[in-house]
Structure formats: C-alpha cells, structure tokens
C-alpha cells in the first residue's frame, strides 16, 4: 500500500489543477475555418498585412485556424506558411482533400482524407451541352490534367493537356469547368438543365463550375475535423465570399460573409464583414481575440 505524504498530495493536486486548466484552455479554443481567394487574399492573390497578422495573432493563441478553400493542395500550401500554421489540419479542393499539418513531417503535412470519384458521366453531360468549355481535372494523384490550354492558379501544379478521353477514364478528385462565352447566370441555367446527378457542385464568380464527389464540401470536410478536434459546434466560426462557402457559412455557429460576396452568401451568413478589399477578415479575427 502507497502512502501519501504531504507532498505527494500536493503533487496530485498540482497534476489535477493543470489537467484542469488544460481541460479550460481547450474548450475556449474555437475552430474558424477561412477561405482563402476572395477572404484571406484579394483577386491579385495579394494578401494585407493586416490580414496576416491578425490571422497571425489566432494561430498564436491556440485556436484551430484551418484554411478551407477550393485550391488545391499545392496552391493552398503557401497560404498556410504565410499565416504560420505549422499544427493543425487544412481543408483543399472544396473538401475533397484534407491535410494534418505537422512540422515534424519532411513535408510539413500528410493527406489524411481524399474523396474521389468517377468524372464520367458529368463530363460527358457537360461536354454535350457546354462544347466549347474548358476542362480540367485533379485525379488522385494530384495531377492536373486539362483540355485546350487551360491553367490557373489554384490548380498549384502545371496542368497536363490531355485528350478528352483520358479525363473519361480518370479518377477525379475535383473536376473544373470555364466558358468564357457564358455568365454566371447562364451557367447557372445550363447546370441546371443538365441535372449534374452524383456529385456535388459550386458556380463561381465567373461561368467558373467546381465539381466534387457526391456530399463533399467544405462543411463535410471541416465537420469531420471537428470530431477530430473535440471542438463543440457552438466554438466554430467560418468566413467566406463565394458559393462554394455557403454550406460552410451555414455550418459554423458564427458564418461571416465577406461585403463583396453575392447575395446568396450574404443571405446563407449570421453576419457580413467589411470587403476583402478593406480587410474584412481582419476585422472578423481580431474580434475572436478581444
């Protein structure tokens, strides 16, 4: 039998009052989830100083600062180091890949969740009633194959001109479609027409159509994260200005749209902040710290 003097019960006590101050520290932590183009930078790529530091100063303070943005993984790493997020999780491809950020890693992070599917049948849709659209496709591998010349920056590897063929016949974890000869209104029209069946998808600013695999969105990926992280739904905050984050607007406790966001984004937010032309994620992180 053990017998406890007086300092080991002191010892006890000061294991039990840091466990417990542990236990405190972690449930005032909050999950904010940040898009990235449009929120944390403008439509140059340019992110303010003021919107780094403020994110900046949240990271230090030991919330789960998690991007979540339609970039793929290699575009969406130099935003991550621009805002110091060494630990953590990251949410890329519109939910479709999800990173554990770690710095003991060699590269910093490991995928720990990919969602893929079969890009065949939507694309034939598509290619029937947009012909003239570009195409391009993230398979499993991270690769970007495309048709025509189409690149852009939040694909984050050159893309790979293909025959339409061998897009049929990959495995897709995120499917792009542009037509400069349509608004995002006739988009809109087309999609809908068309009836994309099997998957989930988001109209961008432009006739821009972003294509995941069924149920995959940015909210599916971040509410998978928040199980992961023990964080209570009432602790998550979210801040976006495009489609693609109206699930996720809907899905935090605190949803902010940025000013410049459409209608249907402001309409699915709590709140709307300033344009990310005057640093309107800013102003929504430097209210998590007060």
């Known amino acids: 039998m053990t017998t406890l003097t007086e300092s080991s019960v002191a010892g006890n006590d000061d294991r039990r009052d840091n466990n ?33 530091e403020a994110a900046r100063d949240v ?18 790493l130099p935003i991550i180091e621009h805002l110091g997020i060494d630990n953590g999780y990251a949410v890329c491809s519109n939910g479709g890949v999800t990173l554990r950020l770690d710095s003991s890693l060699s590269d910093g992070y490991e995928i720990v969740h990919k969602a893929t599917f079969d890009p065949g049948p939507v694309l ?15 398979d499993k591998d991270g690769n970007f194959l495309s048709t025509e010349r189409f690149q852009d920056m939040s694909f984050g590897v050159e893309a790979i001109g293909v025959d339409f063929q ?43 159509l972003d294509i ?43 949803g902010v749209a940025m000013g410049q966001a459409p209608e ?15 640093d309107g994620a800013a102003h929504v992180l430097r209210s998590l710290l007060l």
């Open 20 to 52: 417990q101050n542990q236990k405190n520290a972690a449930a005032h932590k909050l999950m904010v989830a940040l898009d990235v183009d449009g929120t944390l930078v403008d439509h140059d790529g340019h992110m303010s100083v003021p919107v780094r």
């Open 59 to 76: 990271v230090a303070a030991g919330h789960h600062v998690t991007i979540a943005t339609g970039r793929s993984l290699n575009a969406a």
């Open 124 to 138: 034939r849709a598509l290619r029937k009633r947009l012909p003239t659209a570009k195409y391009a496709l993230e």
């Open 166 to 208: 061998t897009m049929l016949e990959a495995t897709a974890v995120r499917v792009v479609v542009f037509s400069a000869e349509n608004t995002p209104d006739e988009f809109n029209t087309a999609i809908r027409q068309i009836g994309l069946a099997g998957v989930t998808y988001s109209v961008g600013w432009t006739a821009w």
């Open 212 to 254: 995941a695999a069924a149920g995959v969105t940015k909210a599916s990926a971040l509410e998978h994260l928040r199980g992961r992280l023990d964080v209570e739904a009432h602790r998550t905050v979210a801040v976006g200005d495009g489609r693609n984050d109206i699930e996720m607007l809907t899905w935090a406790a605190r």
């Open 264 to 278: 249907e984004v402001i309409a699915a937010a709590d709140e709307v902040t300033h344009s990310v032309f005057d």
